[in-house]
């Protein structure tokens, strides 16, 4: 049996911990032999290594492999340079090279945490929902201007452009995802204001012919703001465009009562990205307390996905919640008094139950 190739992308922060812990993880879940990892630059520590965000070999090894696996990027050492000579700029140029258009964000609550959720625990608990983010389009992608007018005020310019390709083959990968779930899928837009949002809506109303079996409801974004916070059983799966779906998954986030908990899949017609949906945490970088449980589970998409092995992503899924249920803590997590365990004693706890 050949190996598949995965390329790791540490980053910045506290992404070199967390990506560590994950590779333990895959490790004794794998065969020996069957991943074949190497490490590339991407982000801050690229741009002080290379003088770019996203280097030339780095693109070329994301190219080549099978799967990709990154920590986080970013910090406020970097955060005065130009846009393309950030973090961030890598971040997004990377997913552009890799082709990664639906960004797959699972938030389920964990009943052993329920009371670190904001939300009252009849609510936080029914929290069980994806959001399929369309990742290479929209505002972050557009035409941008800054400058100065005839009277020397400043101005800036962002562009939403969404062609109807890109719209399609995100929400086919939406309604693709709904009918293996409980078949609802929200498409999320502000079509009573934005003429892209109009044909988002158009677009959606066209394919759902195409899939019987699927409940589709339209829900304008600051309606589903609001339902987030107030009613997240309303919803399943939720497909929406990169802005807006870059807010509202961060917003979903909050309702599990800890970012660093959940994992993400962004996907194309051949490579994935995989990471944690939380930053790189400079503040905390090295002391050896960040949680590795969102990193592991975005092995587990990886192995799901990307590498055919959803028996061995089930096993990961499995011991995270053996962990918790039995008391695994760290601290961004950890109740007054519970023991708080450091990174590597959390990825133990979880080895501990493979």
């Known amino acids: 049996m ?16 967390i990506v560590g812990e994950a590779v333990r993880v895959l490790e004794k879940v794998t065969k020996p032999g069957a991943i074949q990892f190497s490490s590339q630059l991407l982000g801050g520590k690229a741009i002080d ?44 140029a990377l997913r552009k090279a890799l082709g990664v258009y639906a960004n797959l964000r699972p938030v389920k609550a964990f009943p052993e945490l ?41 101005f800036a310019r962002d562009t939403m452009l969404y062609t109807e390709p890109e719209i399609r083959r995100v929400v086919r990968r939406g309604f693709e995802i709904a009918q293996g779930r409980s078949k609802r899928l929200t498409s999320v837009d502000k079509a009573n ?26 829900v304008l974004v600051d309606a589903c703001a609001m339902y987030l916070v107030t009613k997240p059983h309303y919803f399943d799966v939720v497909v929406t465009e990169n802005l807006f779906g870059d807010i509202l998954s961060d917003e979903a986030a909050v309702l599990t009562g800890s970012i660093g908990l959940l994992p993400s899949a962004s996907l194309g017609d051949k490579s994935g990205l995989y990471e944690p ?37 089930s096993r990961i899924e499995r011991a995270v ?11 961004d997590i950890a109740r007054p008094g519970e023991k708080v365990l450091s990174t590597k004693e959390m990825t133990e706890a979880i080895l501990a139950r493979l």
């Not at 960040?290 to 092995?299: C, D, E, F, R």
Request: hydrophobic residues 40%.
């Open 321 to 331: 919640a053996a962990a918790l249920s039995e008391g695994a803590r760290t601290k």
């Open 2 to 17: 050949s190996s598949y190739q995965v390329v790791l992308l540490p980053g910045d922060g506290i992404g070199p911990e």
């Open 277 to 313: 949906i939380h930053g790189s945490a400079p503040d905390i970088a090295g002391q050896g307390i960040a949680n590795p449980v969102g990193t592991i589970l975005s092995a587990a998409m990886m192995l799901r996905y990307s590498l055919q092995m959803s028996e061995e992503a």
């Open 49 to 92: 290594e290379t003088g770019e965000p996203f280097p030339e070999v780095t693109r070329q090894a994301v190219l080549a492999a099978d799967a990709v696996l990154l920590g986080a990027v970013g910090g406020p050492k970097w955060d005065k340079g130009p846009g393309h000579l950030r973090p961030e700029g890598g971040l997004l």
């Open 114 to 154: 329920i009371d670190a959720s904001p939300l009252k625990a009849d609510v936080a608990g029914a929290v069980d929902l994806l959001i399929v983010r369309e990742l290479t389009g929209g505002v972050y992608f557009g035409e941008r201007e800054r400058g100065s007018n005839s009277e020397g005020e400043r």
């Open 193 to 218: 204001v934005l003429d892209s949002s109009r044909l988002w809506r158009e677009i959606v109303e066209e394919m759902k012919g195409d899939y019987p079996d699927v409940q589709v409801e339209h």
